[in-house]
């Protein structure tokens, strides 16, 4: 359907928050992992089955929060919506978006699955495109921004940013004023093939250093790699934050390390930071293939949940 969140977006409702990824597909296997990650919540948080789930729309229920969240498996995007009281969506939120960094980890999709995105259905007045689109949220300035015209709104208090808790961006903002353990930089920067030559250059470390890297034949391509950035490291005059580090990623035209390493900081700040009402423990994730959307991978299954 062009409107798949239309049951969603009554005028009194909080607006259906939508998760997509760069190639704004759903990853196989994801809704069902955070589904069974949801309901294996310790006992102070269980959330049930509500009626009418099916395949692709989940009901579920908790006595932490009230109100009743629909997880909805969209082709495009996998939406969360809520009908209950707004001061309980950043809560909701974090531990939907917990659920998915805990996925993420436990079966390393870091690298194949590119950065969450946050947005919203576009309902924009001015928008001319009739096709089911999202727009964007600009939190700084409290506006949307459609993601195929362009045309920009004013966002709603209740209807968008309800969702966001200001003390969790104020959070991710610390954690980028501190400075990283060289370890942690390096195992997010080797995964994306880099050249530990060009990378050193880049990072101007002094050639004669890079020779004698080059010359060593103890050392292979990773630990290059990972002596140029202590150089790096170590010659800086002030201390290395990870802003410096994504800025002089960015700089450097690896702007998908340094989206990498964004979302590391996102994953850790929210692993971090669960409401202290909420406790949160790794579910194993059930990876599946995923179904055409809106059809059963078996013939003889009822598509409601039971």
């Known amino acids: 359907t062009n409107q798949p969140f239309e049951d969603f977006s009554d005028d009194n409702d909080v607006k259906p928050l939508l998760l997509t990824w760069d190639n704004e597909l759903v990853p196989n296997g994801l809704f069902t992992s955070l589904v069974v990650f949801l309901l294996r919540l310790q006992s102070q948080t269980q959330f049930q089955l509500g009626e009418g789930s099916y395949r692709n729309k989940i009901v579920l229920s908790c006595e932490v929060v009230e109100g009743i969240m629909y997880l909805v498996d969209h082709v495009n995007c996998l939406g969360i919506c809520y009908v209950g009281p707004k001061r309980n969506c950043p809560i ?20 194949c699955m590119g950065s969450v995105k946050e947005v919203f259905q576009c309902k924009i007045k001015r928008c001319t495109n009739t096709s089911f689109h999202f727009c964007g949220l600009n939190l700084d300035h409290g506006t949307l921004t459609c993601k195929k015209t362009g045309v920009s709104s004013n966002a709603n208090d209740f209807h968008h940013l309800s969702w966001f808790n200001t003390k969790d961006n104020h959070g991710e903002v610390e954690r980028l004023k501190q400075s990283p353990d060289c370890a942690d930089v390096f195992g997010l920067i080797k995964c994306h093939s880099v050249s530990w030559n060009e990378f050193g250059r880049e990072l101007k470390v002094d050639n004669n250093t890079r020779e004698s890297l080059r ?52 994953c850790q700040h929210m692993i ?10 790794d579910a194993p994730p059930v990876p599946v293939k995923r179904a055409n959307h809106g059809s059963l991978d078996d013939d003889n299954t009822s598509s409601e949940v039971r």
């Open 272 to 281: 971090n930071t669960s409401p202290k009402e909420v406790e949160v423990t």
């Open 92 to 111: 909701i939120r974090q531990i939907v978006l917990k659920g998915i960094a805990s996925i993420v980890k436990k079966l390393d999709w870091n690298t």
């Open 215 to 266: 010359r060593d034949s103890s050392l292979d391509n990773e630990d290059r790699l990972e002596q140029v950035l202590n150089k790096w490291i170590e010659s800086q005059c002030s201390p290395v934050t990870w802003e410096h580090v994504i800025n002089t990623l960015s700089s450097m035209d690896l702007k998908k390390t340094a989206s990498s390493v964004r979302d590391y900081l996102k």
